[in-house]
């Protein structure tokens, strides 16, 4: 019997920071059953280094990633949408018309914040593990025996719950 693999699109504004941390994690600990992809409503064309950086120290893939639109996603089939952006910070969240189960989890953009270089570190690795804690309950869900309005809920449960 073969096991669905389903597409999970991380979406944020300039795709190179959150959504590509999110990318790697959810194709990390997805395990096969989850493929992480991101993409952003206006790409900025080139990903955080602090965002790799982040990425390296838990041991995760820095190639590969790239700032792209959500464009590239149209014709694509995406079971899972998410977008990262920050609502609370009035950060304006991209529109995805595709038919994916939609989810928000918006978290900072460390890529913004100023201060020391351990200070950066730190709000890197605080999304990262929001992420991180996100992700790992989703992988968690028994996707493959809920329904799309199960899965929803459950979606925004974690988004709203983990942080």
């Not at 920071?17 to 997805?30: D, F, H």
Request: charged share 25%.
């Amino acid at each position: 019997m073969t096991q669905k693999t389903f597409n999970v699109l991380v979406l944020c504004t300039g795709n190179s920071c959150r959504s590509v941390m999110g990318e790697a994690l959810v194709t990390a600990l997805g395990q096969g059953r989850f493929i992480g992809h991101s993409a952003g409503s206006n790409p900025i064309g080139r990903i955080n280094t602090g965002a790799l950086a982040t990425l390296a120290r838990h041991g995760l893939p820095t190639e590969g990633y790239t700032s792209k639109s959500m464009d590239a996603f149209r014709d694509r089939s995406i079971d899972i949408l998410i977008s990262v952006c920050d609502s609370a910070g009035k950060e304006p969240c991209p529109v995805f018309l595709g038919p994916a189960i939609r989810a928000h989890w918006g978290v900072e953009d460390p890529g913004h914040v100023e201060g020391t270089p351990d200070e950066i570190i730190e709000a890197f690795e605080k999304t990262f593990d929001i992420l991180k804690r996100r992700v790992q309950a989703m992988v968690d869900l028994p996707v493959e025996n809920m329904t799309k309005e199960a899965i929803t809920v459950e979606l925004d449960r974690i988004g709203t719950e983990i942080n």
